[in-house]
């Protein structure tokens, strides 16, 4: 049997990182990488550095022909029964930082459809060519388990994908593939270097950053072991714990106070 990993956002950033570590067996070995991102020049870059097989996919998943082009690129690899998806990575994404108002119609809407519609198509197209061991990591966000002011859609996005992933996984226990929803909180990837407006970054800097390669190194290990969520940064695991039991209002307030406050004081 021949076994495929498929990344989105595989040409920078996040994606990047999760090919480097899955090429180098740390979810078990793999004969092919299948990377998705826009960028074919990105994407030849990536797969240069691998040892693993590698095939480029240059798609827009805003864009719903890009599933139809996906779909007969899986169901052709697969026609088989020879070759199975073992890992489906959801990394594709992007956010922008501002009043809903002022990001505007187009973002808000891209920001849905990258971050929450491409997500489930993915899922769609992939869950028949998968078997029991087989694993499906989304990537979520610490955003994403509270509203944030400033970051509306995106916040929101990822609330999707958070609750859309325990659901997926609850469903799909009896076949033995299992869900991973990845809830990191900022990462120095080139992510904030476009995302909208710098007050309301500031903002939210207080909470800090994390490594993406030890992001990416917890979260495929909790989707070996079949967890249904992974918080990779101890700090995170204590917030998204207590927000579990306080009220958004309160939490909102708070958060409120406290990125004023760091904008003002510390910037």
């Not at 955003?143 to 996984?169: I, M, Q, R, W």
């Not at 270097?193 to 909470?207: E, P, R, V």
Request: proline fraction near 3%; charge should be neutral; charged fraction near 20%.
């Amino acid at each position: 049997m021949e076994s495929i990993a498929i990344i989105t956002g595989a040409s920078s950033g996040v994606g990047r990182e999760f090919v480097h570590q899955l090429d180098h067996h740390a979810g078990g070995p793999l004969d092919q990488l299948w990377l998705i991102a826009r960028s074919k020049d990105a994407l030849e870059r990536v797969a240069a550095g691998c040892t693993t097989k590698t095939r480029i996919l240059p798609l827009d998943l805003t864009d719903p022909s890009s599933f139809e082009a996906l779909k007969k690129e899986i169901s052709d690899a697969c026609a088989d029964e020879k070759t199975y998806v073992q890992w489906l990575i959801n990394s594709a994404g992007f956010g922008r930082a501002g009043k809903f108002v002022e990001i505007g119609e187009a973002s808000n809407a891209g920001m849905v459809r990258l971050n929450c519609l491409a997500v489930v198509e993915l899922c769609s197209l992939v869950l028949p060519y998968m078997r029991s061991g087989s694993r499906i990591i989304n990537l979520a966000s610490m955003a994403g388990t509270l509203p944030l002011e400033g970051f509306a859609v995106y916040s929101a996005s990822k609330s999707f994908v958070l609750n859309f992933s325990h659901a997926l996984d609850a469903e799909l226990a009896a076949t033995g593939i299992h869900v991973t929803a990845v809830c990191p909180k900022w990462m120095k990837t080139g992510f904030l270097d476009h995302a909208g407006s710098k007050q309301s970054l500031k903002k939210m800097m207080f909470i800090g950053f994390e490594n993406p390669t030890d992001v990416v190194r917890k979260t495929i290990r909790s989707a070996v072991l079949g967890r249904g969520v992974c918080v990779p940064s101890f700090d995170m695991k204590i917030a998204y714990g207590a927000l579990a039991i306080l009220p958004v209002g309160f939490v909102m307030a708070a958060m409120r106070f406290i990125g004023d406050w760091t904008t003002e004081h510390l910037s």
